[in-house]
T-cell receptor
Framework: GDSVTQMEGPVTLSEEAFLTINCTYTATGYPSLFWYVQYPGEGLQLLLKATKADDKGSNKGFEATYRKETTSFHLEKGSVQVSDSAVYFCALSDEKLTFGTGTRLTIIP | ETGVTQSPTHLIKTRGQQVTLRCSSQSGHNTVSWYQQALGQGPQFIFQYYREEENGRGNFPPRFSGLQFPNYSSELNVNALELDDSALYLC??????????FGPGTRLTVT
């Protein structure tokens, strides 16, 4: 079945550092790929998405590129802020969403 | 435009009891999906409803059941609660197979 493998956390970075959170997937078809963010005590918010190979999703300075050849969708941001501290989930969709286990990100001033 | 809402926010139940969780979908959405998120884990798909019919189910036992109403709101019912059912239950709405928008969740504690 479909699965998502996500970089283990927690990840702690200093403000303005470069962020990469790795995500790889296994799927039989051609799923859409997503990154969701979860702030403490809240539900999930869609951060960005890509629907086909070589698409780049971007939002709020975050980017991820759908790489079919490496089955990856790594999340990147050039300069993180304290407000980016949250749990990040990579997910794929074949009508239902299949999530990774999440990566907790903490940004220190 | 009203987003996805869920009720209640928190509840505590005893093992063996039954619980009903509610979800109101975002305006214009006709599909509701339910997920269980155990502490420190990613959400796991329970089932999806499209136009009042179940449209896919994850690896959850039959004591997890649901309904979707004509206004596309939805209920998740869990019978014979077990300690392992303690989790955050998330509802997401969408227009068909398009991207899903999540509610804030219901935190269920089973003692």
């Amino acid at each position: 079945g479909d699965s998502v493998t996500q970089m283990e956390g927690p990840v702690t970075l200093s403000e303005e550092a470069f962020l990469t959170i790795n995500c790889t997937y296994t799927a039989t078809g051609y799923p859409s790929l997503f990154w969701y963010v979860q702030y403490p005590g809240e539900g999930l918010q869609l951060l960005l998405k890509a629907t086909k190979a070589d698409d780049k999703g971007s939002n709020k300075g975050f980017e991820a590129t759908y790489r079919k050849e490496t089955t990856s969708f790594h999340l990147e941001k050039g300069s993180v802020q304290v407000s980016d501290s949250a749990v990040y989930f990579c997910a794929l969709s074949d009508e239902k969403l299949t999530f990774g286990t999440g990566t907790r990100l903490t940004i220190i001033p | 435009e009203t987003g996805v809402t869920q009720s209640p926010t928190h509840l505590i139940k005893t093992r063996g009891q039954q619980v009903t969780l509610r979800c109101s979908s975002q305006s214009g959405h006709n599909t509701v999906s339910w997920y269980q998120q155990a502490l420190g884990q990613g959400p796991q798909f329970i089932f999806q409803y499209y136009r009042e019919e179940e449209n896919g189910r994850g690896n959850f036992p039959p004591r997890f059941s649901g309904l979707q109403f004509p206004n596309y709101s939805s209920e998740l019912n869990v019978n014979a609660l077990e300690l392992d059912d303690s989790a955050l239950y998330l509802c997401a709405s969408s227009l068909g197979a398009r991207e899903q928008y999540f509610g804030p969740g219901t935190r269920l504690t089973v003692t």
